[in-house]
């Protein structure tokens, strides 16, 4: 019984194998899931410079399965967009089961998010913040593996401990989803902490499950790539950040930023998108030189339309092609590569930012002020001085004196300096309210609201006794006019 459990778990592997060779076409590069930024148009872009793979921006699984306009946007595609892989992020078997079984006869797999660090995440508990929680996990894969008709997968980051991490995969595994994408990176390293992904974790992945494995972090060259593959043995390298800056990154190639964004914009008219995709874009390859032409900053994030923002890049490309002209080629700065090519965006080390941080929140000490004649100010009337020497204040012996209240008659706090009882607000209310009396110091008016309801009640009384009177005089007015029964009117002999 051992053997053929056995047997059969070794043909489950090999058929996930196949999944990865016949359906992904054994893809070794691939383009990450990325939120507003993987659409269509993108997706394409990248394909034409080597991606093999390509996944879709990550989609709320409830979304999609209420809201049809959500779900037509995010099933665009077109027969050249494959093999494609959709990710969504969901916190519910039952609802991650339901928008698979609506995106399945569009894609070739359904990849179950576990990955994304972002605050969003953790109020909406998906992504990486479900990753403490195993048996939530296992119930939605394992559901899903069971009951869609493409095959499942997850990308995941890992934990601090390196053999949580592989313990954690391993659940993945029985599962029985087909691959699995390893960031190496832990949900705490975003933003000013991202710092550099750990390798090591993905290969101790790789080495003890045996089903496919992407690697992803730390891949802004194809030299990156092909290290990468040779370090940890993964099946594939998924790339995000170095994509958006590069999307000729598999490739091997920097070509001019320009003729990328045309070729873009070109696919953009094709396969419409938000226009707030397509700034997000140009504003990744262009982030080096908007150091160079700031101006052109603005006047992209105020672009209205996808003609101006085609003006714009004509623009840039003849500031770009002038730069050209002028620069010898010998001194780029801190670039590997001239502004005008596509390169990557180092970030810097979580050491290194906190240092400028330290650095720019550096105050001047107060020591340093005394030829100021600072001598008995306060720290916000040094500050005063130091933008004002001349200013002048008016310096107390000693420590300031404390303000004495005078205190409430009944229990002891202060008293309201304007109340009529001489008494805190509370005792004032109450007090007020017993005398049916008014205290304008406490915005208490008892007396008054009572004045006012009782002349209300009169009123509608008044109101009242007058409608009644009238109805009594239509009705005889009424009477006196009813014929008599001889078909005469009373007044008529």
Excluded at 384 to 401: C, H, V, Y
């Amino acid at each position: 019984m051992g053997e053929s459990s056995k047997e059969q778990e070794v043909s489950r592997n090999a058929e996930k194998f196949r999944f990865w060779e016949k359906v992904l076409n054994s893809a070794k590069y691939v383009v990450a899931p990325m939120v507003d930024q993987s659409e269509l148009a993108w997706r394409l872009l990248s394909r034409r410079y080597g991606a093999q793979l390509c996944y879709t921006p990550m989609f709320h699984a409830s979304v999609f399965i209420r809201d049809e306009g959500y779900r037509k946007d995010a099933l665009q595609s077109c027969p050249e967009d494959k093999p494609l892989i959709m990710q969504f992020c969901a916190n519910d078997p039952n609802i991650f089961v339901e928008a698979g079984k609506l995106a399945e006869d569009y894609v070739d797999a359904i990849d179950l998010n576990l990955g994304c660090p972002q605050c969003i995440a953790k109020r909406g508990h998906y992504g990486a913040f479900l990753q403490d929680e195993w048996d939530l996990i296992f119930r939605m894969l394992s559901h899903a593996t069971n009951s869609l008709k493409v095959p499942v997968t997850c990308k995941i980051r890992i934990f601090k401990d390196i053999e949580k991490t592989v313990k954690y995969a391993q659940m993945l595994e029985r599962t029985g989803i087909s691959l699995i994408t390893v960031h190496g990176r832990t949900r705490e390293m975003k933003g000013i902490l991202t710092g550099i992904a750990d390798w090591k974790y993905i290969k101790a992945v790789k080495d003890n499950v045996s089903i496919p494995v992407f690697a992803n972090g730390n891949i802004q060259y194809m030299s990156d790539v092909e290290r990468c593959l040779k370090e940890t043995g993964v099946e594939g390298v998924m790339s995000a950040e170095g994509n958006l800056r590069n999307p000729a990154l598999f490739d091997g190639v920097q070509p001019f930023i320009a003729d990328v964004v045309d070729e873009y914009l070109e696919l953009v008219k094709q396969y419409p998108c938000p226009l707030s995709y397509v700034r997000g874009h140009l504003f990744k390859i262009w982030h080096h030189t908007l150091h160079v032409h700031i101006d052109l900053r603005m006047e992209l994030a105020t672009a209205k339309s996808l003609e101006a923002i085609i003006d714009l890049n004509s623009e840039l490309r003849k500031r770009c092609e002038n730069d050209m002209k002028v620069c010898d080629g010998t001194d780029e700065g801190e670039l590997p590569f001239p502004h005008w090519l596509c390169q990557p965006y180092v970030r810097p080390s979580p050491n290194q930012t906190e240092k400028e941080k330290q650095k720019r929140s550096l105050k001047r000490p107060l020591a340093s002020l005394i030829e100021l004649n600072c001598e008995g100010l306060s720290k916000n009337q040094i500050k005063k001085r130091l933008r004002n020497p001349s200013a002048k204040f008016n310096i107390r012996e000693g420590p300031r004196p404390k303000k004495q209240y005078e205190k409430c008659v009944n229990c002891g706090n202060p008293k309201g300096l304007k109340c009529v009882f001489e008494l805190c607000r509370a005792c004032c209310k109450g007090e007020a309210h017993k005398l049916m009396a008014d205290c304008p110091g406490h915005n208490l008016y008892f007396k008054t609201k009572e004045e006012k309801r009782l002349k209300w009640e009169a009123e509608q009384r008044e109101k009242e006794k007058m409608s009644q009177e009238l109805e009594q005089n239509v009705t005889e007015l009424d009477i006196n006019m009813v014929p008599q029964q001889n078909g005469t009117c009373k007044n008529e002999t």
